[in-house]
């Protein structure tokens, strides 16, 4: 491995809808960072979702997760953690030679892949909210504790976010 490349992604993507720009739980707004809610923007954007907004089961979430180890496996990237919610999913990804933006955008289209393949509601329609976030993860305490929160902290909120 390049010694300037990072050890791995932390890529995070939601789900068509549920994260809105001007959204009560802060968002990102791209090259300016974290923002404070806008209601007024939040709603704007509600307002205007061409779509109804489609949660993944627990059964997607199994197809979206798979999709996830099979293109690492078919890439030869070492997936470390991959967790599919009902609105969003976390991937941490060791992708050498590849961008995070890549890696992400090559996951989110197998996983809309598989989606498509099983559930007709998907088609037509966009499966996941445009782009979405990836971090360089640079040090194995870091790796360490993404991994523990992609794995648990969903579901035990008391763990601390990388």
């Known amino acids: 491995m390049n010694h300037d490349e990072p050890l791995a992604f932390f890529i995070t993507w939601t789900v068509y809808g549920t994260f809105l720009q001007g959204d009560e739980r802060g ?9 404070l809610p806008q209601p007024k923007l939040a709603q704007w954007r509600r307002e205007r979702l061409k779509h109804t907004i489609q949660l993944l089961n627990a059964q997607q979430q199994v197809v979206v997760e798979q999709e996830i180890d099979r293109h690492g496996e078919t890439r030869g990237w070492k997936v470390w953690a991959r967790s599919a919610r009902t609105n969003h999913v976390h991937a941490v990804v060791t992708a050498p030679n ?11 289209a197998n996983a809309t892949r598989g989606l498509r393949e099983h559930w007709e509601v998907f088609h037509g329609r966009p499966v996941w909210t445009k782009l979405g976030d990836w971090e360089c993860i640079n040090t194995e305490d870091d790796l360490e504790l993404v991994v523990r929160y992609v794995n648990e902290a969903q579901d035990r909120m008391h763990l601390p976010k990388y």
Not at 27 to 35: A, D, H, S, V, Y
Not at 100 to 105: H, M, P
């Open 98 to 108: 590849y961008s995070g933006a890549t890696v992400r955008d090559q996951l989110k």
């Open 27 to 35: 968002w990102r707004k791209r090259f300016k960072g974290q923002q």
